[in-house]
Nanobody
Framework: VQLQASGGGLVQAGGSLRLSCTLS????????MGWFRQSPGKEREFVAA????????DYADSVKGRFAISRDNAKNTAYLQMNSLTPEDTAVYYC???????????????????WGQGTLVTVSS
């Protein structure tokens, strides 16, 4: 199982970026997808997660109303649309996948079996 994250880059505060994460797995539609981020000197933190069908999502309080997670099962791809970015959003963003998580575990990084390589998002002030 391989996850390929992309879409990071440098953006000014107030701008937007869309991250993508493609899973090389036919069972993508049976996989919970999550996004996490890690800033220098900080622990990896939960950003967002989405269920198998895309009908249920969860977000960290810090990104609610600004970020949106979605998925396209036909393309084996999950997305993270990030709007109104601030310098505090600067981090390496990781996508993660797992086929067995219950909703209460979505925000727990240790529960995910598969991780992408990370994509750097830098927000300038």
């Amino acid at each position: 199982v391989q996850l390929q994250a992309s879409g990071g880059g440098l953006v000014q505060a107030g701008g937007s970026l869309r991250l993508s994460c493609t899973l090389s797995r036919r069972t993508f539609r049976r996989t919970i997808m999550g996004w996490f981020r890690q800033s220098p000197g900080k622990e990896r933190e939960f950003v967002a997660a989405i269920d198998l069908s895309g009908g249920s999502t969860d977000y960290a309080d810090s990104v609610k109303g600004r970020f949106a997670i979605s998925r396209d099962n036909a393309k084996n791809t999950a997305y993270l649309q990030m709007n109104s970015l601030t310098p505090e959003d600067t981090a390496v963003y990781y996508c993660a996948a797992d086929g067995t998580l219950i909703r209460s575990s979505w925000s727990n990084a240790a529960q995910y079996d598969h991780w992408g390589q990370g994509t750097l998002v830098t927000v300038s002030s």
